[in-house]
């Protein structure tokens, strides 16, 4: 299945790392940013609260890919703009990482959901721990960013999250939608998920898929 799924499955998982890997360099970063630094953790802390509440009125409205793509789209962009603005003002800076921080907490939080959609309910459970697995390794490498950003240039951490963010935004407009399809169950629905991938819009998803779906699962009245 991951092999006649590789590329849903390289994208998602690269989209779980990159996510993972903003999160905490951006979350690490705080102190970096001038001003007060116990001021700027708080401000971190309450930009995760919003963040989280936001995603679920988002996920409620919008489709996955769309809302994945936006959200570390942004971020990326916030990212790369950050320090051009910190150079010019350092409360300009500061509110412009904060607003990366916040895309990029929304997207990792729509990512996770994201990603045990994508497969089969049979592999499910696997796919979604070489995920995790694999976001492990972003968390993992962003202590080394910032250390590069204090011993080198502190633009250095939000270089690297807003290219790598940018980067997957893109490449997840060519995962599949899976807001108005239900959960595949087989691997059979799980390859037929992959030609949605080319779908922009989610008004133009065959109901077929629906409908099959909805008879695979079982009734509660039965």
Request: glycine content about 6%; hydrophobic content about 40%; some cysteine.
């Amino acid at each position: 299945m991951l092999c006649h799924n590789r590329n849903t499955s390289k994208e998602s998982f690269h989209c779980r790392n990159v996510s993972h890997l903003g999160f905490y360099t951006l979350t690490l970063n705080t102190s970096n940013l001038g001003g007060n630094i116990y001021l700027n953790c708080v401000y971190g802390a309450l930009v995760d609260i919003v963040s989280y509440v936001t995603t679920a009125l988002i996920l409620s409205k919008k489709g996955r890919r769309s809302s994945t793509a936006f959200t570390i789209g942004i971020s990326g962009i916030m990212c790369l703009v950050t320090p051009m603005l910190r150079s010019a003002n350092v409360n300009i800076g500061l509110a412009s990482a904060m607003i990366g921080k916040f895309f990029i907490t929304t997207a990792m939080s729509i990512v996770i959901l994201y990603t045990g959609e994508l497969f089969p309910t049979l592999l499910r459970n696997t796919t979604y721990g070489i995920a995790s697995m694999t976001a492990r390794i972003g968390s993992a490498i962003s202590p080394f960013i910032i250390f590069a950003g204090e011993t080198m240039n502190l633009s250095i951490p939000f270089y690297v999250t807003g290219c790598l963010s940018l980067l997957s935004a893109f490449l997840t407009i060519w995962l599949p939608e899976t807001k108005v399809t239900g959960l595949p169950n087989t691997v059979d629905e799980a390859l037929e998920l992959e030609s949605y991938r080319t779908k922009v819009s989610m008004r133009k998803l065959s109901a077929s898929f629906r409908r099959k779906s909805e008879a695979t699962t079982i009734d509660p009245a039965k």
